[in-house]
């Protein structure tokens, strides 16, 4: 685990105090996306499947403070489209530090070493860079459609870092990932300097046999099993290790979709960050009148039944580790000893 | 395939087996202008967002084509919709994009282009 201990601090401290108050349903992170434009246009990326009006548009950063005033999560995520191509992102992050938000700007890092030279940023432990990287050279360049993106990418990691920023990863896989590549992967992150990693399945979504839907968890359980397993002590992963243990078959979680509740400008996303089923003029309202029972593995839910990102599961992995001693046991253990 | 098939230009009859609703569906997951075509006669084309259907007055959102909005119209308002715009989604699944790879791979072993 490579969180730094004022941010799992920050979120112990939170989680419980929800808990105290007897919350059922809290948000932890707040995906946050001021627009949908991209300088990328990866393969099946429906962030960026927009006509050319709603591309153009964006956030003020008045809306996203609002958005954040109102969801109360301690953590935001600014995912996109590109947030570094969003034209208020220096003052809304700044916005950010200043309410003590700990931030992930994620980006596909084209632009980086771009804006650091212009001065946009400030380094703080408040603000992490959270660099698109989906595997070694070969594999991100094709995940992303177009060569060269993973240099451009690494040398914007290292700008970050020399500036001495916070930078992590996030990767995203799908079947047919090579777990030793990605051990290799991770090695040459590590071997980068970045904090901390942090890895998901991607989602997708078809129609199936209740067979097949079994057989791709299982498939997608192996997969993560043999690339995590006996991982490196150098291996810094900047997420709960429960969820890592869930994607390697070892916890069995369902989803909390309020967990990371998306807004962008057509609203408060239902009900989670890929899905989007409609919007909700309010956060209150997004909680209060989203059907919670008809998402989630268990709930039958066709679109659900494979799924197994992190933004359904990571803070149900973080909401487990205090929600019972075995929970907290799991997560220090693993914290401790670096055993998944 | 699903992913490549395109509600573009579909201007579905309302009524005889194919209800409002149920188009406003369609048009809520079509990824490209339409047009709401109001029971006045004016019309309307933008991007259709959102849409709420089980509230006492359903209702539908758009930006229009500047980008203006939202625009809140009701359901008992829309007398057509029709596909007019681009549908940006069109053969950009991923599953496309790895036939479309493979393809290339097999002919000149090169990668299809960004966005294929
Ligand atoms: S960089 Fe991210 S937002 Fe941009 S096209 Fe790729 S996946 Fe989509
Ligand atoms: S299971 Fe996945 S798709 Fe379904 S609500 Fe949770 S995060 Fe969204």
Redesign the interface.
Known sequence: MSVPLSQMWAVASYVLGQRLRGRRRYPLVLMLEPLFRCN?????C?KI???P??L??HLSVEQCLAAVEECGAPMVSIPGGEPLMYPEIGRLVRELVLRRKYVYLCTNALLLGQKLAEGLFEPSRYLSFSVHMDGLREEHD?A???AGVWDDAVAGIREALRRGFRVTTNTTL?EGANPLRMREFFDAMMDLGVEGMMISPGY?YSKAPDQEHFLRRRRAHELFARMLANPSRRWKFNQSPLFLQFLMGKQDFECTPWGNPTYNM??WQRPCYLLQE??ASSFAELMETTRWEQYGRRSGNEKCRDCMVHCGYEPTAVHHAFASWRGLRDTVVATVTGRL | MPDETTLEGWAPEIGGGLTLAEVVERAFDYRGNVTVVRTDGAEVEGYLFNRAREVPAPFVQMYDRNGDGPLTILYAEIRAIRFTGKDMAAGNSYAAWLRARDAAKTTSGAPPAAGA
């Open positions: 990328l246009a990866c393969a099946g429906g499947q927009y006509p009006q709603i153009r548009k094709e992303v459609c177009r799908f997708s057509f609203g409609g919007y």
